[in-house]
């Protein structure tokens, strides 16, 4: 569904860490003597974040910070790609979908009225 290769601070693609995602699993291929790859299934991606330094945004990159409850990975980012927001809002809309199909709900805690009191 998507696929692209983290790229340099200066925009070139010259690196061998490898993104990509389908409808059910994001993958992080990195290596080049020594190939390994990364797995995450996506409803188990709990929250995204976009940071773009200065450098960055002059190149046209970003950095998605990726708050996730899998075991092997925990949260992670997916460094240097180009059309960040697009690509947070394709891996959101996936993620989304997943967990509906799943019916994986993340839990999220809130205080109530009655429990501000108390602290």
Known sequence: MWKARKRLWCG????????SFDEERF?????FFTKKQDEVRLYR??????????LQRIFGLG???????DK???DFDIINI??????KEALSKNIEAERVKKRVGV???SMDESEEDII
């Open 12 to 19: 070139l693609p010259w690196t061998f860490t490898v993104y």
């Open 27 to 31: 993958f992080v291929d990195t290596g």
């Open 45 to 54: 991606m709990q929250d995204l974040s976009v940071t773009r330094t200065l």
């Open 63 to 69: 950095t998605i910070h990726v708050k996730s409850n």
């Open 72 to 74: 092997s990975c925990g």
């Open 82 to 87: 180009k059309n960040v927001m697009d690509v």
């Open 107 to 109: 839990r999220e805690y």
